[in-house]
């Protein structure tokens, strides 16, 4: 066990819809990473928050946004939901002081868009 | 442009055998490079991470090699059990300072042991 805590574990809706997945982090880490990984390709990064403030920003699409609470729990929106957008989806954590060290995975959110 | 090259894409192997996977990378500046595990359907797990001036790391029967001249990584496995199958990503990091935003993924080599 991680430690890292994402919900829900499956979604399956339709395009066109909005869902949200959340992510609690490790106690104590401060940075929570989003990640795509659609079907035999890596893991794509999407977005980083440090404390509440985005940190970083990778190839995240307009339709898609996320926020990290005060209580550090991380929520990320995708919107317009379309066919490609099926993959699974992944958030991390870390302590993030020197760059240097683990990044926690959850166990990832299954998003089918049928 | 960054990339994270990983060979073979696939190997199947017997159980107790020893393995050697390989990640090529172009990352430029260079921090450090890390080899995950990830099971199919769960999220990857870190087994080792190597800074520029660190050559070899071990994690019980997974010991990684990194020549920093040449931008080559292995990860190789001893004494292999059912249990190791799975991918196997390498990661590179360009950045230094406390953002990992800019981590690079392989695409992995999915590891299949048989008994």
Known sequence: DSGVTQTPKHLITATGQRVTLRCSPRSGDLSVYWYQQSLDQGLQFLIQYYNGEERAKGNILERFSAQQFPDLHSELNLSSLELGDSALYFCASSVDTTGNEKLFFGSGTQLSVL | ?115
Request: overall charge positive; hydrophobic content about 30%; some cysteine.
């Open chain 2, 1 to 115: 442009k960054n990339q994270v090259e990983q060979s073979p894409q696939s190997l199947i192997i017997l159980e107790g055998k020893n393995c050697t996977l390989q990640c090529n990378y172009t990352v430029s500046p260079f921090s450090n490079l890390r080899w995950y595990k990830q099971d199919t359907g769960r999220g990857p797990v870190s087994l080792t991470i190597m800074t520029f001036s660190e050559n070899t790391k071990s994690n019980g029967r997974y010991t990684a090699t990194l020549d920093a001249d040449t931008k080559q990584s292995s990860l190789h496995i001893t004494a292999s059990q059912l249990s190791d199958s799975a991918s196997y990503i390498c990661v590179v990091s360009g950045l230094r300072g406390g953002s990992q935003g800019n981590l690079i993924f392989g695409k992995g080599t999915k590891l299949s042991v048989k008994p």
